[in-house]
């Protein structure tokens, strides 16, 4: 009976362990079933993205054809285009043959920074350099106008009285200062412009409407700092005084970093809007704003109208919002969580960090992008320092780098086309026979430092240009354009040079 019962135990406990097994062998196929669909969904994703940031050449001719139209409607008059068009009027850029001492002050954020540059001519250009950067206390940053320019003029000051003996200014010779503004302004001349208003966590009510450049130098002079702003500009077109500084051919300018703008040289009689007289040197650089431009041929994804309705500004700065270093890493944020939301990217439970707007910056995906390691390392280690995910698989990494290389390159290529509009406007066009030496001079991180980025957009500007026309155009990288292109700016605008005594 015993041994009956021992046995019926024994099947019973078979017949659980088979059914037991079975239920679990069930388990893990339908669990692999639902990963390999989960993992299928995603994959879809991301040929979905491919799809919609597509920008094949002939829509990027397209582009640089409606680049080029907005810059001539900008140019015959203000608000024609969406492009602003401003006139610098910087009409002489540096030749390299400027002596002397120059200074330069550049405001555009929570810091500034003041430099002296000695300049040796064309034989020995920069012999020496120096700056100092400043934090702005929070209260002048919201004070008056007096306060801000009264401190910033009594750093300045302290900064001349520290000049070493190795900078040198001439004898009877007043020192020189380009001040780089990094706010919206109305110019009127080389040396002056009014505060239209402020941005960057400044708020300062009786500058707006002022003259910065009276403010400052009213402010020198109470520090009894004798000293003449020669030049007020923003950092764009100071990059193209400085690859001008060094190659004459250079004229275009472009700012790829957090932000972008576009700078070039225009024929002076080809700007309808200039009603003053024309400029002897005949030409006039252009700050072109062109982090406005919008066309219907952008290829704009649900990523970019969600992160446009979100923003400060909607409807508006579309094309920086699309290729500029302070958007990427958002984008990319955008389209992970829409996979980790739909397809369980990094499983079943969305990292919260994911939610937060701006946590990815450009240089975080740039990382990811240029990991080579064989199980991709960098990029586990930037998800898990980024977004609070870890164990990832090797496919989820996979299609973050996908990710990375798609919005980057989607911002290179574009960026390629409004360099190709420029360029066209300037006469460089495939169609034409006749090409002289062209250089665009580009500062900024996203160029810098993103290697993919530089590669592709250089790669999609010599197949937008043509095989013939490409071999005139050279690609440069600028750098300090706030800084030690104000100075040539205002080395190559003194009041001496214009009296025949530089």
Not at 8 to 28: D, E, F, P, R, W
Request: net charge negative; hydrophobic share 40%.
């Amino acid at each position: 009976m015993e041994k009956t019962m021992v046995k019926a135990t024994v099947a019973v406990m078979a017949t659980t362990a088979v059914v037991v097994s079975g239920v679990i062998l069930y388990q893990k196929l339908n669990r692999k079933k639902e990963g390999n669909a989960k993992l299928a969904r995603a994959e879809e994703m991301v040929e979905e993205l491919e799809r919609t940031c597509a920008s094949p050449l002939e829509r990027l001719r397209q582009l640089a054809d409606a680049m080029e139209v907005e810059m001539h409607a900008g140019l015959a008059s203000e608000g024609g285009s969406r492009l602003k068009m401003l006139l610098s009027y910087v009409d002489s850029l540096p030749t390299g043959d400027e002596e002397g001492l120059f200074y330069a002050l550049d405001l555009g954020g929570t810091n500034f920074r003041v430099l002296r540059v000695q300049l040796g001519g064309k034989e020995k250009h920069i012999v020496k350099q120096e700056s100092k950067e400043v934090s702005i206390p929070p209260h002048i940053m919201i004070g008056s106008s007096g306060e801000l320019f009264g401190f910033i003029a009594s750093e300045l000051a302290k900064f001349v009285a520290a000049e070493g003996e190795e900078f040198q200014v001439f004898d009877g010779r007043q020192r020189e200062l380009g001040f780089t503004f990094s706010f919206p302004v109305r110019q009127s001349s080389i040396a002056s412009g009014t505060l239209i208003k402020w941005t960057k966590g400044f708020s300062i009510e009786d500058a707006v409407g002022a003259d910065v450049v009276e403010e400052l130098t009213a402010a020198m002079d109470k520090q009894g700092l004798d000293m003449r702003v020669t030049a007020l500009i923003n950092d764009t077109v100071g990059t193209l005084a400085g690859g001008r500084y060094y190659d004459q051919d250079v004229t275009v300018a472009v700012i790829l970093g957090t932000g972008t703008n576009a700078a070039y040289v225009e024929k002076a009689n080809n700007i309808p809007k200039w009603h003053g007289l024309l400029p002897k040197s005949g030409e006039m650089v252009i700050n072109m704003e062109w982090g406005n431009f919008k066309s219907s041929n952008l290829p704009i994804t649900e990523f970019d109208r969600a992160l446009d309705e979100e923003s400060l500004n909607p409807g508006e700065q579309i094309y920086e919002k699309l290729i500029s270093g302070m958007y990427l890493g958002d984008i990319v944020r955008r389209v992970l969580l829409k996979m980790a939301e739909e397809a369980e990217l990094f499983g079943d439970t969305i990292p919260p960090k994911l939610r937060v707007p701006f946590i990815l910056r450009s240089h975080d995906i740039s990382s990811m992008h240029h990991d080579i390691s064989p199980d991709l390392k960098v990029v586990a280690t930037k998800l898990k320092e980024n977004l609070g995910v870890i164990n990832t698989s090797f496919e989820t990494r996979k299609m973050v780098v996908q990710v990375c290389d798609i919005i980057t390159r989607r911002a290179a290529q574009l960026a390629a086309a409004g360099i190709a509009g420029v360029l066209k406007k300037l006469g460089m066009d495939p169609s034409s026979v006749n090409h002289q030496r062209r250089v665009v001079a580009i500062d900024g991180g996203l160029f810098e430092r993103n290697k993919v980025f530089k590669n592709c957009l250089e790669r999609t500007l010599s197949q937008l240009l043509g095989e013939e026309a490409s071999r005139f155009v050279e690609v440069t990288l600028a750098n300090d354009g706030s800084g030690v292109g104000a100075a040539l700016i205002a080395a190559s605008h003194s009041q001496y040079s214009r009296r025949g005594e530089l």
